[in-house]
């Protein structure tokens, strides 16, 4: 069994009296694609925020590379290769396509010009060459999303968190996208992404993790998942299993 | 590269002017022009770049400025080694100040207040104990002479704060073009997002402020040269603060040539004002004032229009805390009202 | 120092002091609260509100604490006014521009008022200016008495008007939740100016209050706006509760540092512990968690 890339043991974390991440223990193994899904308010993202040091557990551990990097900042553990990127996208609004992909190149390389280069190879890999020198206010919901994903990209991560990369685009740019991830893993970034959008999932994972009420409540192949039982009553509703089944037999 | 072409072509056209020109009016206005870009400049460095504004930035002034003549006046010192220890001073309390105010995670509105608090509170002090001459201010004695830092004609002092406005054009175009100024404007621009590529915010925005506040001093030790004299409400005083930054504001914030132009406008201003209506007090700051208000309303890009709007510095209203749900963190607006 | 009685006055004068600071940070407190606004300029228009009294004095003689409704009146139209033509306009749809702004404002006012009136200090003269009342060991000018008794009905009325009328309930949702009372066909555009407007009545009574026993000069409204912000930082931005208790605690504090360290180094204590809270407990009192 090769060593996992993350471990998540026992992570839980309270707001007020809300429970949002409760007792969440996985693993990612290096070099796969794993999907996060579940109901809205899950607490997917504030789990991917436990997990990048965005915030500080109440209980449980995360260790990253054979390390506990538990609350660990960003930026540190940015640099020892784990990136993000956010649900709502957080471009550097006034700068363009480029500089803005060029500040995560420079997180390896401190020379300017070569950061600026490399922000452009990159962005041929998400199809944004053509909008380089746009400032990134300009660009499409997809065309932001290309340039978050671009710019974790080019920070060179081993471990990349997606969170809903794929949301708010139409499915042509899905289409387009899908292979681009895909192309991601094969040159050997590990990806754990949070996902709405089925059939990326369906056809990326190959593992899926299922967050409900903060808690994992299934996890599995894609096929697996989306047939288990509990996992549908999550997302319908309870009795929707039993009356699926029932309906399936008429 | 064009910007280092540009800023040698400014230099050596200032520098060129202020040598043949004989006017003593022409060289004052040179003169003080000069000293309102640094300023503005210094400013721009935390401001502009950084996106923290600061409304108390008369501290940096202040200090160096008082340094500059207590060095002299009361460890003798040749004024030459005055300025480098005022800088360094100026420095060191960017840091302190940086370093309490940063790593709290004071941004915004929060930021801009407690820089205002500190300039006060320098104020008070500096006009309250003797080292500072108290309410009286500190006078250095009158010597012209190229060894004393004090020049018979504006002429050398166009030069000395030309030095400094060069250097200060240089590093913002090393700004513009250096992996720093890369994660500074990040950093500006969507803190959170820097975070997660590997950009540490609080050394990055101490290092803004430890430059501000380096030219934001020189600046004051020059005034002191310039004058033979400081008093708390000169040094640490709202005026100072108030046209380090209006003349960004005016210019464009964030660029290299906006806070240069927007400064040398203003002071334009003043100085017609002064013209118009005499040496009233107050005159030339309703102007400032308005200006402000008029460039914010309907030029938020300031003069050079490719200035960044001001509204996107002002991200973040209030402080950061780690702990909070995600979505909140993604909304600037996180207060309830308890009305 | 020490001795009870003078303590007891400082303590006295710092509470009557305190209630006046207390009435303006709540209309720095509830212009925040509604409009999410930094108002720089508040400070600025105690002064010209502060000047309004004193020309009403001197050259209509109308007795300040007469003058109230008057001021109030026109400092909420004052108000009401500078949001809806600059301020808002200003905010190019977001409120963030607005804090520059307001500091435009202020040094225009400022400076104004040195342009217009000179830099010296005016004060005026009433007839109960010099009365004293004796409370305990201590004498209080009536004046501070009056201040302090009248900027406690004055808050007790905006009190009132946030919790029982209409107005106020339309108020507080637009602070609570903006897009949702625009739904319901509050106007918002309305309810800023108006609050505005309200806020800036506060700091005419204040002013009403305040003159009396104090003066005026054009650099008061710097002195003020920070010692504001203060108790506005410390009780909880958009907390009333937190500005009542901020301002009568900030006046004590001022009071007594005053009394031990003397007056400028007595304020610089107040500016130490806005820093210090900043610092270390930015929600303030009664603010929510940030």
């Given at each position: 069994m090769s060593e996992a890339l993350l471990q998540a043991r026992g992570l839980s974390i309270t707001f007020g009296g809300l429970k949002?991440?409760?007792?969440v223990s996985f693993d990612v193994l290096p070099r796969t694609l794993t999907a996060l899904v579940g109901p809205n308010g899950a607490g997917k993202t504030t789990l991917f925020a436990l997990l990048s040091g965005f915030l500080k557990p109440g209980a449980g551990t995360v260790q990253y590379l054979g390390r506990d990097i538990t609350g660990m900042a960003p930026q540190k553990s940015a640099r020892l290769g784990l990136t993000r990127t956010f649900q709502i996208v957080q471009p550097f609004g006034a700068q363009t396509v480029r500089e803005n992909i060029a500040v995560g190149a420079h997180l390896h390389e401190p020379d300017r010009r070569r950061a600026l280069q490399a922000a452009e190879a990159v962005a041929q890999r998400v199809n944004l060459q053509d909008n380089l020198d746009k400032p990134a206010a300009d660009l499409t919901v997809g065309g932001r999303k290309r340039l978050e994903l671009a710019r974790a990209l080019a920070a060179q991560p081993r471990l990349l968190l997606l969170d809903e990369v794929l949301a708010g685009l139409n499915p042509s740019e899905i289409d387009e996208m899908i292979p681009v991830i895909r192309g991601i893993v094969d040159d050997g970034v590990t990806v754990l992404m949070i996902e709405h959008v089925m059939r990326a999932v369906m056809s990326l994972a190959e593992h899926v993790w299922v967050l409900a009420q903060g808690r994992l409540i299934a996890g599995g192949t894609p096929r697996d998942v989306t047939s288990d039982p509990t996992v549908i009553e999550a997302y319908l509703g309870h009795g929707t299993a039993e009356r699926l089944k029932q309906g399936g037999a008429r | 590269m064009r910007d280092v072409r540009s800023i040698l072509l400014f230099g050596v056209l200032v520098a060129g002017a202020a040598a043949l020109l004989q006017s003593g009016v022409a060289l004052t206005f040179i003169m003080m022009s000069l000293y309102a870009v640094l300023l503005a400049q210094s400013w721009n460095i935390l401001?502009?770049?950084?996106?923290?504004?600061?409304?108390?930035?008369a501290l940096f002034f202040g200090v160096g400025a008082y340094a500059q003549a207590i060095a002299q006046?009361?460890?003798?010192?040749?004024p030459w080694l005055a300025l480098p220890f005022a800088i360094a001073v100026g420095v060191a309390v960017g840091l302190i100040v940086g370093a309490l105010t940063f790593r709290s995670g004071l941004r915004g509105s929060y930021f801009a207040l407690v820089t205002l608090a500190f300039a006060e509170v320098f104020r008070i002090v500096a006009v309250s104990v003797p080292f500072t001459g108290g309410g009286v201010g500190l006078m250095v004695p009158l010597h012209a002479s190229v060894a004393n830092l004090?020049?018979?004609?504006?002429r050398g002092y166009v030069f000395l704060l030309l030095g400094f406005v060069l250097a200060a054009l240089v590093f913002t175009a090393w700004l513009r073009h250096s992996r720093f100024g890369a994660y500074l404007q990040a950093v500006r621009d969507n803190e959170n997002a820097a975070r997660a590529i590997g950009v540490d915010p609080v050394r990055i925005k101490l290092g803004a402020i430890a430059w501000s506040a380096a030219f934001m001093a020189a600046a004051g030790a020059c005034y002191v040269q310039m004058f033979q004299y400081i008093d708390s409400g000169i040094a640490f005083g709202s005026t100072i603060s108030v046209e380090a930054l209006v003349g960004v504001i005016v210019g464009g914030?964030?660029?290299?040539w906006g806070p240069v132009l927007g400064a040398a406008v203003l002071y334009g201003l003043g100085e017609a004002t002064r013209n118009m209506?005499?040496?009233?007090?107050g005159i030339s700051m309703v102007i400032y004032g308005a200006v402000l208000v008029l460039i914010v309303m309907f030029m938020p890009r300031g003069l050079t229009g490719a200035g960044l709007s001001v509204r996107r510095m002002l991200k973040g209203a209030q402080p950061q805390s780690a702990q909070q749900p995600p979505a909140q963190q993604q909304d600037d607006r996180k207060e309830e009202a308890r009305v | 120092m020490f001795d009870p009685a003078i303590l007891f006055t400082a303590l006295l004068n710092g509470l009557t002091t305190g209630a006046v600071y207390a009435l303006i940070a709540l209309g720095l407190t509830l212009i925040y609260g509604v409009l999410h606004i930094i108002n720089f300029a508040h400070g600025a228009a105690l002064m010209v509100a502060l000047y309004a009294v004193y020309l009403l004095h001197e050259r209509l003689g109308i007795d300040p604490y007469v003058a109230l409704p008057f001021v109030m009146a026109g400092m909420f139209a004052f108000g009401y006014l500078l949001q809806r033509s600059v301020i808002n306009r200003a905010g190019h749809g977001k409120d963030e521009n607005i804090l520059l702004v307001t500091l435009g404002i202020s040094i225009v006012l400022e400076n104004l008022a040195l342009v217009l009136f000179h830099s010296d200090t005016r004060n005026i003269d009433t007839p109960y200016a010099l009365a004293t009342v004796q409370i305990g060991p201590a004498m209080l000018a009536l004046p501070k008495l009056i201040a302090f008794g009248g900027a406690l009905v004055v808050a007790a009325l905006l009190f009132a008007i946030m919790r029982f009328t209409d107005l106020g309930r339309a108020i507080r949702a637009v602070a609570r939740e903006k897009h949702g009372a625009k739904l319901m066909g509050i106007d918002v555009d309305k309810v800023y100016a108006m609050s505005f407007g309200i806020g800036m009545a506060c700091v005419g009574a204040a002013a009403c209050f305040l003159l009396p026993a104090y003066y005026v000069n054009p650099q008061v409204g710097g002195g003020f706006v920070l010692i504001a912000f203060t108790i506005v930082v410390l009780g909880g931005m958009g907390s009333f509760a937190g500005a009542l208790l901020g301002g009568l605690l900030i006046g004590v504090v001022e009071s007594l540092g005053g009394l031990w360290f003397g007056d400028s180094l007595g304020q610089m204590g107040v500016f130490a512990i806005f820093i210090v809270v900043l610092l270390v407990r930015p929600q303030g009192l009664f603010g929510a968690r940030v």
């Open positions: 949002a991440v409760q007792d | 401001g502009g770049y950084g996106g923290q504004l600061s409304f108390g930035h006046l009361t460890w003798g010192w040749n004090q020049f018979g004609s504006r914030a964030g660029t290299l209506f005499g040496e009233v007090p | -």
